[in-house]
């Protein structure tokens, strides 16, 4: 719970902020035109309408990093991984709650260029996927630099196995 809560922090911060893509000298992030080649690892919604973490987030790892988060280790993650988090507005319809538009997208890029962050470039979108300015040492990195010993990754793979009938 404690890793799902400075998740959430840290995303709180960058969406309030915003965050200026800090991607070494590379040219402009950009979101990828859609998730092929990226493995769904993680979702979870905050349902407070008074919270600044209010909605559905799902989060995304591309192949370059998935054995890695899958196996936890050995860090650090592979030069290119890629971390992709999608969050959306809450809808209400009566006792259901369901995705409503997008509120932001944030990245995680995995570029040893990037010193200054623990080796990760942070961006995040606005649902059209345009930039959203931020000062990253701040506004993400500050939140993600106690995981040193996890690359500075919160997420984790649950690890669930099914019975077999």
Known sequence: MKNVCLLLGTITLCFIH?????????SEPQLP???TGYRHI??????????PLFGFHHFYINETGWE?????G???YPEGTIFLGAVYKVEQDGELYNEGS????TMMKKDPAAAETGGWLFASFTPDGKPVEQDVKTG???CHQ???DRDHVFSSPLNLSLPLP
């Open 140 to 142: 993400c990195f500050s």
């Open 18 to 26: 915003g965050w200026a893509p800090a991607w070494a000298d590379s």
């Open 102 to 105: 997008g509120a932001v997208y």
């Open 74 to 76: 050995p860090f650090p």
């Open 146 to 148: 106690p995981l040193k």
């Open 42 to 51: 993680h979702s979870l919604v905050i349902n407070d309408k008074e919270s």
């Open 68 to 72: 890695t988060f899958k196996n936890q």
């Open 33 to 35: 035109k859609d998730l």
